[in-house]
């Protein structure tokens, strides 16, 4: 019987069109500060706070890396750029990320489409929604409308809502070759 399933998969004509499309879940989450800029997805936005971290600490980036990796089950960005590594110091984000597409080269694969949250308190982010979806799609080298970008509050709960941290939640469908 089971000889007989596996004929029938061989013989189907649209087994041949069809693409290993592969899906991975990206979180980060980074602790505000003053004196800091804050970048988010690559976009620079004017705000007192920005945020802490070895790099730049754009939380939107990071877990975008962390869901393409995972979408190509790579591990994650800790392993390509560990937080113990001083030269990482203050780094732009977009290198992790130029590093996380030479991974998706290199596997022979692409970005699909990528859907992020974030979940800010301050400053309200919608005013930069398109402003962050254009820079998304410049850093990760996709159509704009491949880009899903949005953010919702906590409602002043825990320290999110009191403006001490952000956390970003993003999706990445990749299709392998
Ligand atoms: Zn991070």
Redesign the pocket.
């Known amino acids: 019987m089971k000889k007989n399933i596996k004929k029938s998969v061989k013989k189907n004509p649209s087994k041949k069109n069809m693409f290993d499309f592969r899906i991975g879940f990206g979180y980060?989450?980074?602790r505000m500060t003053e004196g800091r800029d804050l970048i988010l997805g690559g976009y620079k936005i004017n705000y007192p706070k920005g945020?802490l971290?070895h790099?730049d600490?754009?939380?939107i980036i990071?877990?975008v890396c962390d869901a393409i990796l995972g979408a190509l089950n790579e591990g994650e960005?800790g392993v390509y750029f560990p937080p113990t590594d001083l030269t990482l110091m203050g780094i732009s984000?977009g290198v992790i990320a130029e590093r996380v597409l030479e991974i998706l080269k290199k596997r022979r694969a692409h970005i699909n489409q990528i859907d992020v949250t974030l979940v800010a308190e301050e400053p309200k982010i919608k005013p930069y929604y398109e402003p962050i979806k254009k820079s998304l799609a410049k850093v990760f080298k996709i159509d704009e409308n491949r880009v899903s970008f949005k953010a919702k509050s906590m409602e002043g709960l825990g320290e999110v809502g009191r403006g001490e941290a952000m956390i970003c939640y993003a999706v990445a469908g990749v299709i392998l070759k």
């Open positions: 980060d989450i980074h945020m971290g790099s600490g754009d939380l990071h877990s960005i984000s």
